[in-house]
C-alpha cells in the first residue's frame, strides 16, 4: 500500500521563553506512507523530538503552542482534535517510544501493570486477558521468562531490555505509526543491532509505518525508506535513502557525512562542521547555514532558501541547487576538503602512567530467606588490570551487563571494590578515607551514561555547572566562576542565554553537554 497515513504540512512549534518566542520547529513539511520507514535525522537541538512530540499533542502548553501548519492522520486533522478523541488515538492508533526508557517508565509499578494499562485503556479488555497479551508481547520482543519478569520493576532490568519493554508497551495495541525517538542511543552496538533487528521484524509483521528520529546516518542507511535532514528548526533536504545517500546535495547534508568516522580515515583528524546553530529565538534572515557554510553567496544571507526538487524524489532547500538559479550550480564545492585537516596525524600519548588498576574485583552479595544470609555473589567484576598512561584515551567494550559502567564506578570509588587496588597518579584511591577522597576527586570525574538522570530536574543548568566549582574552591569570586560558566558552555557548543533553563527544556543531546560541561 501507497496510500499516504501521515502528512505534516508547514508545522510551527514555538515555545514562549522569559527572553522571546523560540521558533523551535519553523515550518517543516513532510508524508510517510502506510507500512514506510522515514527517519529524521539532524544535530541536537534541530527540532527532531519537538516534532514528535507536536504529532502526539504532548507538548505542554500554554509554555509550548501551535503556531501555525497542520498535522493529518488518515485524514483527521490531530490539531483541531478534542483531547477526548485525541487519547483514543495517542497509544492506540499512534505509538512512542521515547528516547531515555528509564525515565519513561514509573519506577514504583511492576512492567506488567505498565503494559496492561495501555491493553485495558484502548482494547476493553479484562484484566486476565491483558495480563495474557502482556505477557505474549514480552516474549515477542525477546523478554526471557516473560511470566516471570511480567512481575518485576523497572531498576530490575538492563538498558537494552527496558528498550525492549518500551517496545512491548508501544506495539501492545498494535499501532498503525509507531515514531521511534532515538530508540538505541545509550545502547551498545550488539543491543543496538538487536533493537534495530526487532523493530525491522515486528514493522513487517503488523504492516505499520514509521518514524524513526536519529543523529546516526548508519542506522538510517539500513532501516529507513525515506529521510529527512533537520537544521535549526527547518528541513533543508529529503529524498529517498538511497539517493540521498549516493548524491547528497545541501552543504550541511555533505558535511555531516564527511564527519562520519571510517576506517579510512583513521590516523587524521574527522572533519567536524565550524561554529554553532543559530538561536531559534533569533533566526536569521536568509538561510540558516549560511554562517557555517563555506559556499555561502550573499544571497544566502539576504533570502530564505525553499525546499525545491532538484531529482525525482529529492528536494533540497538551497540556492546553489534552485534551477532558478543555474550558475549557482557551478559553485557547489562538495570535494573541497576542510582546511588543515589533510594529512594531520595523531600525536603519540606521554608514556607517564596516570591510572593503574590490579586485580580489582567488585562482587555483590545474593541474600535470601528472613535473616538476608548471603548464599552466593555476582561477580560483576572479577579481576581486571589494566593502565591508563597520560593523554592517553583507553576504550572499554563489551554487551549491556558485562561490568563496563561498575568497572568504571569502582575506579572512581563510587562503589567499594572488593579487591584489588587502583593508583591514581602514584596514590592509592582505595586506601583513602572518604574526607581525602572528596578533595582528591578534582582530579577524575564521570560522564555517566543517562544524562536526565545525573542531572537535578530542580536546578538550573547555571547551578548544575557551579556546583562542583564550590567545594574545590575553583575561581577567586563569584563573577569569575559565572564567567567560566559561560566558557564551558561555549566550549560544548551551547549558547550562555540558556544557562536560566532546566534540564527538561534541552534535547538529549544538549544535556549530554550540559554534563560534559559540569565534568570540565
Partial sequence: MTSELLTVSNLRTYFHTPDGTARAVDGISFGINRGEAFALVGESGCGKSVTALSIMRLLQQPAAFHAGGSIFFKGTDL???????????????????????????????????????????????????????????????????????????????????????????????????????????????????????????????????????????????????????????????????????????????????????????????????????????????????????????????????????????????????????????????????????????FKQPPAKELLAVQGLRVHFPVKKGVLKRTVGYVKAVDTVDLTVTEGMTMALVGESGCGKSTLGKAVLRLLRPTGGSVSFDGVDLTSLSPAALRRFRRNFQIIFQDPFSSLNPRMMVKDIILEPMLPHGIGSSASERMAMVGRLMESVGLEEDMLSRYPHEFSGGQRQRIAIARVL
Avoid: W
Wanted: glycine content about 8%.
Fill in 79 to 345: 490539531i483541531g482534535l478534542p483531547e477526548g478523541e485525541m487519547r483514543k488515538i495517542r497509544g492506540n492508533k499512534i505509538s512512542i517510544i521515547f528516547q531515555e526508557p528509564i525515565t519513561s517508565l514509573n519506577p514504583v509499578f511492576t512492567i506488567g501493570n505498565q503494559i496492561i494499562e495501555v491493553i485495558r485503556l484502548h482494547q476493553g479488555l479484562d484484566k486476565a486477558a491483558a495480563r495474557e497479551k502482556a505477557i505474549a508481547m514480552l516474549n515477542r520482543v525477546g523478554i526471557a521468562d516473560a511470566s516471570i519478569r511480567y512481575n518485576a520493576y523497572p531498576h530490575q532490568f538492563s538498558g537494552g531490555m527496558l528498550q525492549r519493554v518500551m517496545i512491548a508497551i508501544a506495539l501492545a495495541c498494535h499501532p498503525e505509526l509507531l515514531i521511534a525517538d532515538e530508540p538505541t542511543t545509550a545502547l551498545d552496538v550488539t543491543i543496538q543491532d538487536q533493537i534495530l533487528t526487532l523493530l525491522r521484524e515486528l514493522r513487517g509483521d503488523m504492516g505499520m509505518a514509521l518514524l524513526l528520529i536519529t543523529h546516526d546516518l548508519g542506522i538510517v542507511y539500513e532501516n529507513a525508506d525515506q529521510v529527512a535532514v533537520m537544521y535549526a528548526g527547518v528541513i533543508v533536504e529529503a529524498a529517498r535513502t538511497g539517493r540521498l545517500f549516493a548524491s547528497p546535495a545541501h552543504p550541511y547534508t555533505k558535511q555531516l557525512f564527511r564527519s562520519i568516522p571510517a576506517r579510512g580515515k583513521r590516523g587524521g583528524q574527522l572533519q567536524t562542521i565550524s561554529g554553532t546553530p543559530p538561536r531559534c529565538l533569533q533566526p536569521p534572515v536568509g538561510c540558516r547555514f549560511a554562517d557555517r557554510c563555506r559556499m555561502a553567496m550573499r544571497i544566502c544571507r539576504q533570502e530564505e532558501p525553499l525546499l525545491k526538487p532538484v531529482a525525482s524524489d529529492h528536494l533540497v532547500a538551497c540556492h546553489l541547487h534552485d534551477p532558478d538559479r543555474p550558475a549557482a550550480a557551478f559553485m557547489d564545492g562538495a570535494t573541497a576538503p576542510v582546511p588543515g585537516t589533510e594529512g594531520v596525524s
